[in-house]
C-alpha cells in the first residue's frame, strides 16, 4: 500500500473551507489531527468508545437532516465497528460522509499493521454496504477537489485518505466528555 | 400486542423519543413494529447492541431523544461502550428483554441472563425490572424519566416471566 500524504496536512486540506460541518472523530490520532486543524464547538473529539464514530456520526445525521456530518476516524478504529457501515448503508443518509485516514497501523499502540495493510479494501466494504459513493484519495489536490461533496448532503459518502504512517507534533483536544457534549449542543442551539 | 407492550409504545410517545435503535428479539416484537410504523420515529436496525449506544449519543448531540432496545444477550456486547455515558453524561433510556432466567429452556442464554444487571451495575448504568404486567408502565415511564431528567444510562428489565414461556 502507498501511503502518500501527510495526515496533519491532509486533515487540514480537508477541513478549510468546512463551513457548518458538524465532526465526529474516532479515538486517537484522527482526534489529534482534527484538533491541529483547528478546534470548532462544532467538533466532538471521541477518547474512547473504539468502533463508535461511526454510528455516532449515524445517529447525529439523522438527527440532523439539514446539516452536513463527517466522521474523521481511522482504519483501526473503523474496523472495529464494520458492521456499522452495513447500519448506514440501510438509513443511507445524505448528509453523511466517513472519512478513514488509512495508514494501516494502529497508530496509538506502536504501529502494529491493521488489515487494511494487508487484506482489507475498506472502499469496497463501504459499496458493499452501500454508500452511494466513495473516494480515493491520495494527493492534496485529489483532497481539495473532495471538500464541496462534504458540505453537499448529496448522498451516504466513504472517503478513504491514503496517509503515511508518521509521528506528528503533539496536539490533544479536550478530554472532558462533558464539555464536548455541552458546547457541541450549545453551537446547535439544543 | 399485549397491553404492557402498548403501554411502551404509548410510554415512547409521551417520552418524546424520536430514534429508536435495536437488535431484534421476539420479546420486543410488537414495539419494534410499532416505532417502524411511527413516522415521529427513525427505527435503526443494528448488527450489534453496542453500535446504539454512540448512535443515540450522536443523537442526543443533534437534539433528540433515543432509546435502545435489545435482548439481555445484547448488554454483555455493550459494555466498554457504555463509557460513553460515564464520561460524558448521554442520557441512555435501554429496554432489555430477559432471557436465561425463569422457565428458560436454552443453557445458551444464561450466562449472559444472570449476569446481566451485575454487568450493567458494573458499567455505572442504573438498573430497574418488572416482572408483572402492571409494572410495566411505571418502570418504563420512570426509567424514560430519569434517563433524560438525570443525564445517565438507565436500564429497565423485563422479566422472562412477564414475556412468557417460549413455545416449540
Keep these: 500500500m502507498v501511503a502518500a500524504l501527510d495526515r496533519r496536512q ?12 458538524l465532526v465526529v472523530t474516532g479515538l486517537g490520532s484522527p482526534a489529534y489531527d482534527a484538533f491541529a486543524a483547528g478546534d470548532h464547538p462544532r467538533n466532538f473529539y471521541l477518547w474512547g ?5 461511526v454510528p455516532m456520526g449515524l445517529g447525529l445525521a439523522l438527527a440532523r437532516p439539514d446539516e452536513a456530518v463527517l466522521v474523521l476516524t481511522g482504519d483501526g478504529e473503523v474496523l472495529m465497528g464494520l458492521g456499522a457501515l452495513a447500519t448506514c448503508g440501510v438509513k443511507r443518509p445524505a448528509n453523511l460522509t466517513v472519512a478513514v485516514l488509512d495508514n494501516g497501523r494502529y497508530g496509538e499502540t506502536g504501529m502494529q499493521a491493521s488489515h487494511t495493510a494487508s487484506s482489507v479494501d475498506l472502499m469496497a466494504v463501504a459499496t458493499a454496504c452501500g454508500f452511494a459513493w466513495t473516494a480515493n484519495l491520495a494527493t492534496l489536490e485529489a483532497v481539495v477537489a473532495v471538500r464541496p461533496r462534504l458540505v453537499a448532503r448529496a448522498g451516504l459518502g466513504f472517503v478513504r485518505v491514503a496517509v503515511a504512517a508518521n509521528e506528528t507534533p503533539r496536539a490533544l483536544p479536550p478530554r472532558d466528555g462533558y464539555l464536548l457534549k455541552h458546547r457541541f449542543r450549545t453551537a446547535l442551539g439544543v | 400486542m399485549d397491553p404492557w407492550q402498548q403501554q411502551i409504545v404509548e410510554a415512547i410517545s409521551a417520552a418524546e423519543i424520536r430514534q429508536v435503535a435495536y437488535v431484534p428479539d421476539a420479546g420486543h416484537t410488537s414495539v419494534i413494529a410499532a416505532c417502524e410504523a411511527d413516522p415521529a420515529i427513525e427505527a ?16 442526543w448531540l443533534g437534539g433528540q431523544r433515543g432509546l435502545l432496545l435489545m435482548q439481555s444477550s445484547g448488554v454483555g456486547n455493550c459494555i466498554n461502550m457504555l463509557s460513553l455515558n460515564r464520561n460524558c453524561g448521554f442520557p441512555l433510556p435501554m429496554l432489555v428483554t430477559m432471557r ?8 445458551w442464554q444464561v450466562p449472559m441472563g444472570q449476569a446481566c444487571a451485575a454487568t450493567l451495575e458494573a458499567m455505572g448504568v442504573v438498573v430497574h425490572r418488572a416482572d408483572r404486567a402492571e409494572d ?11 434517563a433524560f431528567a438525570s443525564d445517565v444510562a438507565v436500564a429497565a428489565l423485563l422479566g422472562q416471566r412477564l414475556i412468557g414461556r417460549k413455545r416449540w
Design chain 1, 10 to 21: 491532509a486533515t487540514t486540506a480537508l477541513f478549510a473551507e468546512r463551513g457548518d460541518l
Design chain 1, 49 to 53: 468508545a473504539m468502533g463508535g464514530a
Design chain 2, 44 to 59: 435503526t436496525v443494528l448488527t450489534t447492541e453496542e453500535e446504539g449506544i454512540p448512535l443515540l449519543a450522536g443523537a
Design chain 2, 100 to 107: 436465561g432466567e425463569w422457565a428458560e429452556f436454552n443453557g
Design chain 2, 136 to 146: 410495566v408502565a411505571e418502570v418504563v415511564g420512570g426509567a424514560f424519566e430519569m
